[in-house]
């Protein structure tokens, strides 16, 4: 049950009850959950995790639904070992809960990724997508490595890196409308600051209605009003790996 004195705004939503399909596997220092697609291929994803960590049921499902459409599709544990974000934690805490989990701070397990895709894969053509602290780590990734294709970031956003509207990867960035963690305001400004200072390919994209996480944290079974945007957003991700990847 979520802490209700200091509730956290980026709540678990519908937690699936979902078994998964791939692997657990290590990669050097860094567990990781992967996924294949039924016929070899030589495209990745990266799936990041949100601040509810690499083994939640939705995140994997979100892996599986790309390794469907014939992505290796693999969602190492960015947090590398440390306890994720739980419900049950006094949001009051989440600063300090964050300092040693920082979004921009994953250079080291990303290149770990990099090579395994590489040179235990076969992998010759990578894009990033993740969601909420992953969406946040997207967009870090997409600012500083060219040999990814392309980046979906889910929710996610960078607000205190002056350079972080110079994109080097064609990036799709999908938010809600009701986004209680990032309000419109900065998503008018990522996409003015992008129009002024971006040379690549790029989408804002706001889905009316829509709170925090409703791409991977909402199931469209139980919620038939949200359901046209979920899959809709997550047709978007598809078509946009399919364009660039």
């Known amino acids: 049950m979520a802490n209700e004195a200091k509730p956290c705004p980026c709540d678990i939503g519908d937690r699936m009850d979902y078994g998964a399909s791939g692997v657990e596997v290590q990669i050097e220092h860094i567990e990781a959950y992967v996924s294949q697609p039924a016929v070899k291929s030589d495209k990745a994803v990266i799936v990041i995790q949100d601040i509810y960590g690499w083994r939640l049921p939705n995140t994997r499902y979100m892996a599986d639904l790309l390794s469907s459409h014939g992505y290796i599709a693999v969602c190492p544990d960015f947090f590398t070992g440390k306890e994720p974000w739980s419900p049950s934690h006094d949001f009051s805490t989440f600063q300090k809960w964050l300092e040693d989990r920082k979004a921009t701070d994953i250079n080291k397990e990303v290149d770990v990724v990099l090579k395994y895709l590489a040179k235990e894969c076969g992998v010759t053509r990578i894009a990033v997508v993740g969601f909420c602290w992953g969406g946040t780590a997207t967009h870090h990734l997409v600012l500083r490595y060219p040999q990814i294709k392309a980046g979906v970031s889910v929710y996610g956003i960078i607000r205190d890196d002056e350079d972080r509207y110079k994109l080097r990867s064609p990036t799709l960035f999908i938010f809600g409308e009701n986004d209680a963690v990032i309000p419109l305001d900065q998503v008018t400004v990522l996409e003015e600051k992008l129009k002024e200072n971006c040379t690549v390919d790029f989408q804002v994209k706001i889905f009316p209605g829509q709170t925090h996480g409703f791409v991977h944290r909402k199931r469209e079974d139980i919620n038939p ?19 660039y990847v």
């Open 225 to 243: 009003t949200d359901s046209p945007f979920i899959q809709e957003a997550r047709m978007d991700m598809l078509n946009w790996l399919k364009k």
